[in-house]
Each structure stands twice: as C-alpha cells, then as structure tokens.
T-cell receptor, first 116, second 114 residues
Framework: AQTVTQSQPEMSVQEAETVTLSCTYD???????LFWYKQPPSRQMILVIR??????QNATENRFSVNFQKAAKSFSLKISDSQLGDAAMYFC?????????????FGQGTRLTINP | NAGVTQTPKFQVLKTGQSMTLQCAQD?????MSWYRQDPGMGLRLIHY???????DQGEVPNGYNVSRSTTEDFPLRLLSAAPSQTSVYFC?????????????FGDGTRLSIL
C-alpha cells in the first residue's frame, strides 16, 4: 500500500517570502499522480497543483511550483511571494493510475502560517 | 455551479443512533468517494464508487455503509454511531475521463458523537 508522509506539522513564513513544504511517498508503482491540496479555515479542499509521474518537468501554477524527485520519491511544494491568503493546511496526496483505484492517499498535512 | 453538495454541514448524535450523510454532485462524474478527516491524520478513504451500482471499501470502512443507486448521489450511512466516528467527513467526485483529473470535494460535514 502506498503511504505519504509530511514531516513538517507546522511551518511559518514572512509575507512576500518563499516557503517550501516537504512531502515524501512510498510506492512500488512506476506511474502515478501527485497532488497538493490547500484547506483554509473554511474547510474546503482546494487543488493547488498536480504532477504526473511520467513527466520530468516540474509543474508550476503561478506562485506555486513543485520539486518532483521521482527516484527519491519526493514531492515538495514551493510557494513564492507568500500572501496572507496562503495561510492554510496543505495536504500532499498520491493517486494510483489503475482503473477503479479512484482514491487519494493523503499525508498528515502541514499548517502554514503567514506572518505579516 | 453547485459541484459537490454535502448535507448536513453539522450534526450531533448520541451513541447508537443512526444517520445518513448526503452527497450529491451535478457534474455527471463517474467516481465518488467518502473520506474522514481526523486531527493529525490527514484524510482517509472510507468507501468509494466507480459508477452507479458499484461500490468498494477504502481504508477505514468499518461502521459505515454506502450505496450508489444513481450517478448523482452517494449517501454514507452510520448504522450505530460510536464516539470514534466523531470526525469531519468529505465527499469527493471525479470524472473517469483522464485519470489525472483531480477530485472535487464538498465542503464537509462535521459530525460529533456524544
């Protein structure tokens, strides 16, 4: 079974600075998908960014980018120019490509605080 | 756009009571799932469905039942509530067209069992 580990329960960063959230995972599959979700106090689960394992190029979405290291099974999220609205819980998630395996395996989450 | 709608948003039950958490989506998604979120543990899959009439167990299925009679609805039933089922419950859906498609989540149901 796949596992996802987020080793940083809490992180804080000054507004406008850059922060990196760590995520590692364990799998025997060669093809899979990785996601970062944001959960603000409103409790909504909001997709931030996704990465296909077969793509070597790191995904980027505006101020959000990932550092995907397949051999190391690492998938970190970098947030540039941090804004107060970025404060939230961030979850890393793994998804198997197999038909019917429509499930996400989540990490424990990292609570990100933005200091003004 | 309604997306994924969960009802109720909050519920308090007594131990032993039963109830059904409702989930509906209007995106014609084939896949639907139920997760529970507990502090420090992320989200864990309870049950999931790949289409009407087809359901399967996830990581933590004990104490919960599901059915999928229509594409739109995927209710989660607690047969005899226990304090260990106090949690926030999320329903999610996704399309089967392209397995890299993200899951869309509802706003969650906060359930307390006394």
């Amino acid at each position: 079974a796949q596992t996802v580990t987020q080793s940083q329960p809490e992180m804080s960063v000054q507004e406008a600075e850059t922060v990196t959230l760590s995520c590692t995972y364990d799998t025997s599959e060669s093809d899979y998908y990785l996601f970062w979700y944001k959960q603000p106090p409103s409790r909504q689960m909001i997709l931030v960014i996704r990465q296909e394992a077969y793509k070597q190029q790191n995904a980027t979405e505006n101020r959000f980018s990932v550092n995907f290291q397949k051999a190391a099974k690492s998938f970190s999220l970098k947030i540039s120019d941090s804004q107060l609205g970025d404060a939230a819980m961030y979850f890393c998630a793994y998804r198997s490509p197999f038909q019917g395996a429509q499930k996400l395996v989540f990490g424990q989450g990292t609570r990100l605080t933005i200091n003004p | 756009n309604a997306g994924v709608t969960q009802t109720p948003k909050f519920q308090v039950l007594k131990t032993g009571q039963s109830m059904t958490l409702q989930c509906a989506q209007d995106m014609n998604h084939e896949y639907m799932s139920w997760y529970r979120q507990d502090p420090g543990m992320g989200l864990r899959l309870i049950h999931y469905s790949v289409g009407a009439g087809i359901t399967d167990q996830g990581e933590v299925p004990n104490g919960y039942n599901v059915s999928r009679s229509t594409t739109e609805d995927f209710p989660l039933r607690l047969l005899s509530a226990a304090p260990s089922q106090t949690s926030v419950y999320f329903c999610a859906s996704s399309t089967g067209q392209g397995i890299n498609q993200p899951q869309h989540f509802g706003d969650g149901t906060r359930l307390s069992i006394l």
